[in-house]
């Protein structure tokens, strides 16, 4: 099965993987949206999902060290990974302290505030094109790359968010 959706939040994303695994679904796969799920036993799996800090190293590496601690490599894209780990295997969460949570949410804060800041940069070549030669086509790119960048906005402001909370926790 198939399903299309877009998260701003990867904690709602999460929250959404351990539904589908309750309802007897299992991610099997992830690119650009698109997730694609298998049947499973229902709640077979627990999901986390990760930003990187970088991808420079051996993905086979990562992968190995992470299986090693019962955890499945599901699916990666870019420096985005999808981590699964079996239920009857006891409790999974990545990040268990304070600390590393808000490093967590300061990375992907990061990464969207740099793509952020290039969307708008496009944003203002598009409007530029846009007056100097009227044309409907320049003003339909405007907008869409427009609300990519209140997307990542969004993104970076929920972020932010998150970190405020887990500091003020603390």
């Known amino acids: 099965m198939k399903k299309f959706r877009l998260y ?7 929250d959404w993987l351990q539904k589908m695994s309750s309802e007897g679904w299992a991610l ?24 990187l800090e970088n991808w420079d190293g051996d993905k086979e590496d990562f992968a190995a060290f992470m299986e090693d601690s019962g955890v499945e490599v599901v699916s990666q894209w870019y420096r985005w990974v999808f981590l699964r780990k079996k239920a009857e295997d006891g409790p999974f969460e990545m990040y268990t302290d304070v600390e590393s949570k808000i490093n967590q949410y300061n990375r992907i804060k990061n990464f969207f505030l740099a793509a952020l800041i290039l969307e708008i940069g496009c944003f203002f070549i598009e409007i530029n094109a846009a007056l100097q ?7 339909i790119f405007a907008i869409l790359i427009g609300i990519v960048a209140i997307a990542f906005l969004r993104i970076v402001w929920r972020c932010q968010w998150k970190i405020e909370q887990l500091q003020r926790g603390k």
Do not use: H, M, S
Request: aromatic share 24%; with cysteine.
């Open 133 to 139: 030669t009227n044309r409907p086509l320049f003003w």
């Open 28 to 51: 099997k796969k992830f690119f650009l949206g698109v997730y694609t799920f298998v049947p499973c036993k229902p709640g077979e799996y627990i999901y986390q999902i990760d930003l």
């Open 8 to 14: 701003y939040d990867k904690d709602r994303e999460q």
